[in-house]
């Protein structure tokens, strides 16, 4: 399954104003949208930056993949997990 990751730079900005600390890597597959304090990719991947096509959130710059990648720092109740990472494959 391709994955596409960046940086979602509106949670940056809001932690840096707001004093949070939200996840702000992004990870988009064709059926959900998960944000991450951390990615890890297991293989291959490529850099795109398409500033004349860009993702639907915006991003012009996104990292592709179609290994399987671990999320580190998810929010548990939102995912339901007992663990705050998960693994995609």
Do not use: F
């Not at 840096?16 to 291959?44: C, D, F, L, Q």
């Not at 096509?53 to 012009?60: D, E, Q, T």
């Not at 993949?65 to 929010?75: F, I, K, R, Y």
Request: proline residues 3%; charged residues 25%.
């Amino acid at each position: 399954m391709k994955k596409r990751i960046h940086v979602n730079q509106h949670a940056v900005r809001g932690n840096a104003i707001n004093g949070t600390n939200h996840p702000a890597i992004s990870v988009k597959t064709y059926k959900e949208n998960i944000t991450a304090h951390r990615v890890e990719i297991h293989g291959a991947s490529s850099v795109v930056y398409s500033p004349d096509k860009p993702l639907s959130c915006g991003a012009r710059v996104w990292i592709e993949t179609d290994e399987s990648v671990t999320l580190h720092g998810l929010d548990k109740e939102k995912y339901s997990l007992s663990r705050d990472r998960m693994v995609i494959s």
